[in-house]
């Protein structure tokens, strides 16, 4: 006979149950989960916040994340397993009809005096990719004084740590500065129980030149040199320009991830992170000349990109060029190959890239992805820490390292000041290939060791893309309660549209009759109910059916 705990805990991966039963023990204060990108934060997060809101030790649930579109993913997926949230909420209380609103750190931050009057000890503050959050920054600053009276936080990280040095508000940290998880779940865990994907890193090298003032500078990237000409070899070998360098990894890329959907994965998909616009959109026109086809460019700076990532996610396309939208909260399980040609080489950055290759798919077996890097030896540091998976310690910055991510950008690397003129920098030649892999033939390769032995995770869904959902989450229409919502009142929108040219009334009046007739002061308090009997009113008025 099953006990009541695993009972409770059925469906979930068994970290993640036992997650659930630390929780059980945790009755305030923050609680930090520290589990790879991939393994599936978000579905503990969920349960928790329903358990502790059906135990009435939680009376509303604020979910803070970094960006808008991912208050619409976390919304879909709490909705998915009856917990409803209004994504990207103008403020603290939400609907009637909901659990709680889910918003950014920068909404947060804006104006955090007004979310802490809303403030309860009965309120569960759930902080996603909570390394954005740091002491005396902007966005850790807000979101410990808009919810200093919060009962609970729960923190959730899959890199909690800042290189800048700067503490996480709520983590604990050792006498040593390190990180103390209350839950830990690495990324070799992950890739031992079949829930991630391992990731083969391989380094591209050779002859790189470039024009530095009057000066051609030759060299590979087991030259030692000083900052200013590291950073120049660096672009030196992402540029686009030169034929032998990044143009023949592009297409040495996409000979792989031809290999691989030949090999059965027929959907499996490539992702190059670009430096900034306008390196995408060279990038971009490679690729097309290589594959034929225009990939999909995504840009932070554009007002669809999110709609552009939902539409690779879900169809066939090979690839994709990104800058600034991949690092976190983009789910997209296919991809397989990946090429690293961004400025930015922080620890953080890296492994959040690495982290969009990690991703399994349910009913499918753990295969290899490919990530094609330069052999800078700062990324190849990056790389051996995540295939080691050596504890992060909170330390002072040295002069060598670069700047972390800071709230909104991370920032890319800074040449040291000149004290005279800038030189002339011009990128000349390259010629590259890329080498084996950085840690060895890969498992399951001709000369590797063994592939590991692991049970498909078809029982194991993604948190996000949940194929059974219960049936009580969503209504007949197989909307969640926000989509149902959205719906309603761009409907309620549309009637009352429909009803002002008809017979002449302001808009102003007709509304303020729908919201004395349902019982509201303004639409954005209406309950899906009220919604729907405001829709009725207005088609009967259309119709007649009041005369």
């Keep these: 006979m099953s006990s009541p705990t695993r009972s409770k805990n059925a469906g979930l991966r068994p970290w993640q149950a036992l997650a659930m039963d630390a929780m059980e023990r945790w009755h305030g204060g923050p609680f930090l989960i520290s589990a790879a990108p991939g393994a599936g934060k978000t579905r503990p997060a969920i349960e928790v916040a329903k358990r502790l809101l059906e135990a009435g030790k939680a009376t509303r649930i604020v979910l803070v994340c ?30 009637k009809d909901f659990d709680g609103v889910a918003v950014t750190y920068a909404r947060i931050g804006s104006n955090p005096e007004a979310w802490a009057k809303a403030c309860t000890p009965g309120t569960l503050v759930i902080a996603d990719e909570a390394h954005h959050l740091g002491e005396e920054l902007a966005w850790g600053d807000g979101f410990s004084k808009a919810f200093k009276a919060a009962g ?56 790189l030149s470039w024009r530095s003032g009057d000066d051609v500078i030759e060299a590979g990237f087991d030259t030692i ?45 490539g992702l190059v992170i670009a430096a900034d616009g306008t390196h995408a959109r060279r ?86 992805s490919w990530l094609y890097l330069p052999a800078d030896p700062i990324l190849r540091e990056h790389a ?22 800071d709230e909104a950008e991370e920032r890319e690397r ?21 080498q084996m892999a950085l840690f060895g033939p890969p498992p399951g390769s001709a000369g590797g060791p063994a592939a590991p032995k692991v049970i498909s995770p078809r029982s194991f869904p993604s948190a996000v893309e949940d194929p059974a ?7 007949r229409t197989g909307l969640t309660a926000f989509e149902r919502r959205a719906l309603l009142r761009d409907k309620r ?55």
């Design 225 to 269: 040199l000083t900052g200013r000409e590291a950073g120049r070899r660096y672009r030196t070998a992402i540029s686009t320009e030169l034929p032998d360098g990044l143009p023949r990894i592009l297409r040495e890329a996409h000979t792989k991830l031809q290999a691989v959907r030949d090999d059965g994965h027929r959907e499996a998909g």
């Design 283 to 368: 990038v971009a026109k490679l690729l097309h000349e290589v594959t034929g086809k225009a990939p999909t460019v995504v840009l932070h700076t554009e007002t669809a990109a999110a709609k552009k990532l939902q539409a690779f996610t879900a169809s066939r396309d090979e690839w994709i060029v990104a800058v600034n939208m991949v690092s976190e909260g983009v789910d997209i399980p296919r991809l397989r190959v990946g090429v690293y040609a961004t400025a930015a080489k922080t620890p953080l950055i890296f492994r959040q890239i690495v982290g969009r290759f990690v991703r399994t798919i349910p009913g499918r077996p753990q295969e290899l």
């Design 152 to 207: 609970r936080w729960l923190l959730l990280s899959g890199t909690p740590f800042r290189s800048d040095a700067t503490p996480i508000p709520g983590v604990m940290y050792d006498r040593d500065g390190v990180c103390v998880p209350n839950v830990s779940y690495s990324y070799a865990d992950a890739v031992r129980d079949g829930v991630c994907r391992p990731v083969s890193f391989i380094t591209y090298d050779g002859t």
């Design 414 to 434: 800074k040449e040291p000041d000149d004290p005279e003129a800038p030189l002339e920098f011009v990128p000349l030649a390259a010629d590259v290939a890329p």
């Design 384 to 405: 051996a820490n995540v295939e080691t998976e050596l504890r992060h310690v909170l330390k002072l910055r040295t002069a060598d390292e670069e700047g972390e991510w």
């Design 493 to 547: 929108h549309g009637l009352v549209s429909e009803l002002r040219r008809r017979d002449g009334r302001a808009q102003r009046e007709i509304n303020a009759w729908l919201n004395r007739e349902v019982g509201i002061s303004k639409v954005a308090d209406a309950t899906i109910e009220q919604l729907e009997k405001s829709c009725a009113l207005l088609l009967d008025e259309l119709t007649g059916a009041r005369r």
């Design 66 to 95: 970094p960006t808008t579109p991912l208050t619409r993913q976390w919304a879909m997926a709490a909705g998915a397993r009856g917990l409803h949230l209004m994504p990207d909420s103008e403020g603290p209380r939400p609907p």
């Design 469 to 475: 959902p219960p049936p009580a989450a969503r209504d």
